[in-house]
């Protein structure tokens, strides 16, 4: 266990005090994207009233990014050499559901805490950047963003999950979204059935196959599957269907295996029905979660001087997909979840949904700000500490 210094306590205050400050503003701020839910890469309002926030702060922004036209990375360099610390913002909604995943409450968390740690960082020394990741329920940006290099600079990242507990963080499912799309030939279903080719049968042939292929599956895989084209009427043989798939397991080998597994199955659908099979990616593949444990801890450590009872603290599960993964891979990251509700209910429902735009909710977004600025501030002032979490980082990439 690496040393911690902690660093002078007075600093500490600062970033709390300064949240406190702000507090007004940040929860119009959450409430505003809370009231306006945008799809992924349609975040036009959160985007700007983000950005518009963060430049008020002194923060330089870029943005579009990668023809990303709304995420955005927000920077103040101090004056002072020290680490490059990134805050991640989402902010994209759900269909049907808008933020039933709080997310915008996980923007302003992440938004709140560059603002806390901004006031102490030309003392301390250091670089803050805000990542504004859309559509980390789709096509979620963080995947062209590291495949690009754009975290391979930063020293850690973290972010924080809104909740009904307090969870350390844990892991995610490596996923691959593949969609199948067979070719046949129309036909009359009553006169002429026999001349035609029916994609249909292939669609379902396809989810017998993978049903059967279950049970030959390690148990921490996921496949779920949904028909969204099946013909255009009853009496016509269907020319054209579609499925579409994601496939997860706990890792990205397994999952690559399990994709082969399944295009087999989509083949030999193909080979039965006579159909011709065309499979393609229909979003992007997200690599599981490598949580830093040096990081994890101390922003555990940091929940705990907040005033919240070890026993409240659950170990990491997995919650299934998430682009934050890709970023675990270029950089040290962690994704806990902050308690922001005292009901128990699950996140894409509207009953968290509602929930998430309470005063207990935002009251839990400022809480979590804190402990992600103070965990960043620790990991800043210690050099021990950092290099820790970078020495476990290298052995876990």
């Known amino acids: 266990m690496p ?122 020394g250091g670089t803050i950047r805000i990542y504004g990741t859309p559509a980390e329920e ?55 059935p026999y001349e035609g080719v029916n ?26 599957g949904i028909i969204t084209e099946g013909g255009t009427a009853a009496n016509i043989i269907p020319e054209y269907a579609v499925a579409q798939f994601y496939i997860r397991s706990a890792n990205r080998p397994y999952t690559n295996e399990t994709v082969q597994k399944v295009m087999c199955c989509a083949e030999g659908a193909a080979l039965q029905t006579g159909c011709t099979l065309k499979a393609s990616n229909y979003e992007y593949s997200y690599d599981e979660l490598l949580s830093n444990e040096h990081l994890s801890d101390q922003f555990t450590r940091n929940l705990l001087a907040m005033g919240i009872n070890e026993d409240q603290i659950q170990i990491g599960k997995d919650h299934g997909s998430l682009d934050l993964g890709n970023v675990s891979r270029r950089c040290p990251t962690i994704h806990p979840f902050i308690k922001v509700t005292d009901e128990k209910h699950l996140l894409h429902t509207k009953e968290f949904r509602d929930l998430a735009m309470t005063d207990r909710a935002f009251q839990g977004m400022l809480l979590g700000a804190k402990v992600l600025a103070n965990t960043a501030y620790d990991v800043i002032v210690n050099p021990n500490l950092l290099s820790a979490i970078k020495d476990e980082f290298a052995q876990s990439t």
């Open 3 to 124: 040393k911690l210094l902690g660093g002078p306590p007075n600093l500490k205050q600062n970033i709390a005090s300064t949240i406190d400050e702000h507090s007004e503003a940040l929860i119009g701020l959450s409430r505003y994207i809370g009231e306006n839910p945008e799809l992924g890469h349609e975040e036009w309002l959160a985007s700007a009233r983000l950005k518009e926030e963060l430049s008020n702060h002194g923060f330089s922004i870029q943005s579009p990014v990668l023809d990303l036209p709304t995420a955005f990375i927000a920077t103040y360099k101090s004056a002072k050499p020290g680490p490059i610390t990134a805050f991640i913002c989402e902010y994209d909604a759900l269909p049907d559901l808008g933020h039933a995943c709080g997310h915008h409450l996980i923007c302003t968390m992440g938004l709140a805490a560059a603002i806390g740690l901004k006031s102490v960082i030309d003392e301390i």
């Open 138 to 192: 789709t096509k979620g940006a963080k995947v062209p963003m590291s495949a690009a290099g754009l975290f391979d600079d930063v020293d850690f990242a973290l972010m924080a999950h809104p909740f009904y507990a307090y969870e350390k963080s844990g892991q995610s499912l490596a996923m691959d979204a593949i969609q199948f799309e067979y070719f046949g030939k129309a036909a009359h279903a009553a006169a002429s």
């Open 199 to 224: 994609a249909l049968d292939a669609v379902l042939l396809l989810f017998q196959s993978i049903n059967h292929l279950r049970q030959q599956l390690q148990s921490h895989v996921r496949i779920h």
